[in-house]
């Protein structure tokens, strides 16, 4: 019709990413899952790391040790996944986002890509804890860490994290409401994938034990993926879920 | 300009607008008028591009919401509610706003002055009484100074001052040639405030004029609104 002006769809979206990432910072939420998620992983890693010590645990790795809190402690980003999105729905702010940012897809694109900044250092710094803890309550007694190892596991790890808080975010994004999603997310990967992982052998197609190859090759399973097709495979987990959110997003009434 | 032509919505089976068509025009205040479930905030929120049209259109200078390449310096909008987190801080709230159209981080201690907000700035969202809250979302509608304001129902909560304030503030705008566009279901106070009037029943448009047509010979605005949203009860 009139407006013949090209938009500057570069501009928009650095601006709406700038918001998204306003909007997080501001978010008292952020901080306490952030701190939440910190903490209760250094505990856990520091009951790994006893439980190491007696001989209790089925390595004496201390660089596997030191992530197996990492399978508990990722709740917690993927708690933030979904409690940033579904914030949108406090106080009905959606409308405020929506009127100030009315392209979806780039709002919804910025949101995540917002939450990804704050979630790869996050997840660096969850993972890389829990080991470094574990080395100075283990000591001498476990195998030592290789630096090669280790780095590659923390950023295999850092990446498992931030994927899986993703698809967290993006199921979050449909269902809108924080409770059916936290049930839904927490359910799966704590309750359901746990169980499928042990019958099917296309088990190991599903996002969590995909994941989960990136950084413990598991040899008792002749059939488990290598790390690299486990990143893989996860990175298109993500990419599906983040499309069938985006999509979901833009078509229905806010 | 806002142009709304044939606009119909519908959920499931039931048709919440039924191919209306109005125009809210610049240097007027127009007020959208129509009992609880008329339909007005469901036009409105089609014409903001939060929901979308079955069909028809609903146009801001002749381009959908959606399409404005700035929107918050054409169209301001304020809903029910503050329309922010209740966690964050009204000042916060109104910096991310800024940020998302590139506008001067001066704005915000600006709009929080002129609505009278500036001492509750570092308070959380939910802590503000229902006034307070109304007030951080007109002072988020008007960050980018825009030519178009939408309201839906923007007296609700505010105490008498908070009207008065309101009715000069928009007779203000209008008279500077800017348009605005308030739904409300309390006709005394909207008859004080506008110009033009279109009174929506259940999805269809029931009488639009200018005040003193839509009046005519009833005593008062209140006596027209039920006079006409009776009629279409009856037909």
């Not at chain 1, 910025?110 to 000591?139: H, Y």
């Not at chain 1, 950084?215 to 298109?236: C, K």
């Not at chain 2, 348009?179 to 506008?194: N, P």
């Not at chain 2, 209140?222 to 009776?230: G, H, M, W």
Request: charged share 15%; net charge positive; with cysteine.
């Amino acid at each position: 019709m009139s407006t013949s002006i090209t938009r500057t769809y570069g501009q928009e979206m650095r601006r709406a990413i700038k918001a998204e990432l306003s909007k997080l910072y501001s978010l008292p939420i952020t901080w306490y899952t952030l701190c939440g998620t910190f903490i209760v992983n250094l505990i856990l890693a520091c009951a790994y790391s006893n439980a190491g010590l007696q001989g209790l645990a089925s390595t004496q790795s201390k660089l596997e040790i030191g992530l197996a809190s990492v399978g508990y402690s990722q709740a917690g980003l993927m708690i933030l996944g979904i409690l940033t999105v579904c914030s949108e729905y406090n106080g009905g702010q959606i409308r405020t986002t929506l009127t100030a940012m009315p392209l979806r897809g780039i709002q919804i694109f910025s949101a995540l890509f917002a939450l990804t900044v704050v979630l790869i250092p996050a997840a660096f710094v969850v993972s890389s804890s829990g080991v470094l803890l574990t080395e100075i309550l283990i000591g001498d007694a476990g195998t030592p860490i290789v630096w090669g190892n280790f780095m590659s596991a923390i950023l295999g790890v850092s990446g498992y994290l931030t994927l899986t808080a993703l698809i967290s975010a993006a199921i979050g994004v449909v269902l809108r409401r924080m409770l059916p999603a936290l049930s839904i997310i927490l359910g799966y990967y704590f309750i359901a994938e746990p169980l499928i992982r042990e019958q099917a052998d296309l088990a190991k197609y599903l996002p969590d034990t995909a994941g989960v190859g990136r950084w413990t090759p598991r040899p008792e399973h002749a059939s488990a993926l290598t790390p690299v097709q486990g990143g893989i495979l996860l990175s298109a987990w993500t990419l599906a879920a983040i499309i069938i959110a985006a999509t979901v997003y833009r078509k229905r009434d806010a | 300009m806002i142009t709304i032509e044939q606009l119909t919505k519908r959920r499931g089976s039931h048709n919440i607008l039924n191919g209306i068509s109005f125009k809210a025009k610049p240097g007027r205040v127009t007020g959208f008028l129509g009992p609880n479930g008329a339909g007005k905030s469901s036009a409105l929120r089609i014409l903001l591009g939060l929901d979308r049209a079955t069909s028809g259109t609903a146009l801001v200078n002749g381009v959908p919401y959606v399409q404005l390449t700035d929107p918050l310096t054409t169209v301001g909008a304020v809903f029910d509610g503050s329309g922010a987190h209740r966690l964050r801080t009204g000042r916060a709230h109104l910096n991310w706003i800024v940020r998302s159209a590139g506008l001067p981080r001066s704005r915000v201690n600006e709009v929080l002055e002129m609505v009278g907000l500036a001492h509750a700035a570092s308070k959380r969202v939910g802590r503000y009484s229902l006034g307070m809250a109304r007030r951080l979302g007109l002072a988020a509608a008007l960050l980018g100074d825009p030519e178009i304001l939408i309201l839906d129902e923007p007296t609700n909560g505010l105490d008498p001052e908070g009207i008065r304030w309101l009715r000069t503030f928009l007779r203000e705008r209008a008279a500077s040639g800017r348009t605005v566009l308030l739904s409300s279901h309390l006709m005394g106070e909207t008859a004080e405030t506008v110009d033009d009037i279109v009174i929506l029943n259940k999805g269809h448009i029931v009488a639009s004029g200018t005040l003193t047509d839509i009046v005519g010979s009833h005593k008062t605005l209140e006596d027209a609104f039920f006079a006409f949203t009776a009629r279409r009860d009856i037909s």
